[in-house]
């Protein structure tokens, strides 16, 4: 893959950080919504946002921060960690919402009723971002890309060079397949159901 021309790399540093700064702001102002008010706390539509809204905060400010860790850095490494903590999780609380709307406006149960098998909803992405999010951490997979400087799943540390540096590629790609794009298309596939239903 072809380098960016410095043009193109000036949007890649601007774009995802406007974004991220304005995803930030509004994941932020929902949880504080949420918080501030007793009532809202023990509602199922509001745990669910407040769930998706951390995730969302934590997935946008990984974006905000994008490539500006260096290289091969602690902080580098906790911005692809962060990425992988809240991802995936955030759109399997978006299915959450989504089967909230079906299971409230569909199947009309009652607010007690989802609230006793919404902790599945909650409870089963961070757990899965934990796992998603550790297991690659702990094998040393959170590296940043070659091309772009950003830190995620790749299998080569920047300034790696030889047959001793370049891992198994495959399994770089199998789990990346199976713990995250999967999720993500099944949460996805849920969340279209779910909808189509309301």
Same mark, same amino acid.
């Given at each position: 893959?072809?380098?960016?021309?410095?043009?193109?790399?000036? @949007?890649?540093? +601007?774009?995802?950080?406007?974004?991220?700064?304005?995803?930030?702001?509004?994941?932020?102002?929902?949880?504080?919504?949420?918080?501030?008010?007793?009532?809202?706390?023990?509602?199922?539509?509001?745990?669910?946002?407040?769930? *998706?809204?951390?995730?969302?905060?934590?997935?946008?400010?990984?974006?905000?921060?994008? #490539?500006? $860790?260096?290289?091969?850095?602690?902080?580098?490494?906790?911005?692809?960690?962060?990425? &992988?903590?809240?991802? =995936? $999780? %955030?759109?399997?609380? #978006?299915?959450?919402?989504?089967?909230? !709307?079906?299971?409230? +406006?569909?199947?009309?149960?009652?607010? %007690?009723? +989802? &609230?006793?098998?919404?902790?599945?909803?909650?409870?089963?992405?961070?757990?899965?971002? &934990?796992?998603?999010?550790?297991?690659? &951490?702990?094998?040393?997979?959170? #590296?940043?890309?070659?091309?772009?400087?950003?830190?995620? *799943?790749? $299998? =080569?540390?920047?300034?790696?060079?030889?047959? %001793?540096?370049?891992?198994?590629?495959? !399994?770089?790609?199998?789990?990346?397949? @199976?713990?995250?794009?999967? $999720?993500?298309?099944?949460?996805?596939?849920?969340?279209?159901?779910?909808?189509?239903?309301?």
């Amino acid at each position: 893959m072809e380098a960016f021309t410095d043009q193109q790399q000036l @949007v890649l540093d +601007i774009i995802p950080r406007i974004t991220g700064m304005m995803s930030m702001l509004g994941s932020s102002f929902v949880m504080y919504q949420v918080l501030k008010n007793p009532q809202k706390r023990t509602m199922a539509y509001h745990l669910q946002m407040l769930a *998706l809204s951390c995730a969302d905060f934590l997935f946008s400010f990984s974006w905000f921060i994008y #490539n500006w $860790p260096a290289p091969d850095s602690g902080w580098c490494t906790a911005n692809g960690f962060i990425m &992988l903590l809240g991802g =995936t $999780p %955030e759109a399997m609380f #978006n299915a959450g919402v989504c089967v909230y !709307y079906m299971f409230f +406006i569909y199947f009309r149960w009652s607010e %007690e009723k +989802i &609230l006793r098998y919404q902790r599945v909803f909650i409870i089963f992405p961070i757990i899965w971002g &934990l796992i998603i999010s550790i297991l690659p &951490l702990a094998q040393g997979m959170i #590296n940043p890309d070659p091309v772009d400087g950003a830190c995620w *799943l790749h $299998p =080569t540390p920047a300034g790696c060079s030889g047959s %001793e540096c370049t891992p198994d590629e495959h !399994y770089y790609h199998l789990y990346r397949f @199976v713990f995250v794009l999967i $999720p993500l298309w099944i949460s996805f596939g849920v969340a279209g159901i779910s909808m189509s239903f309301v």
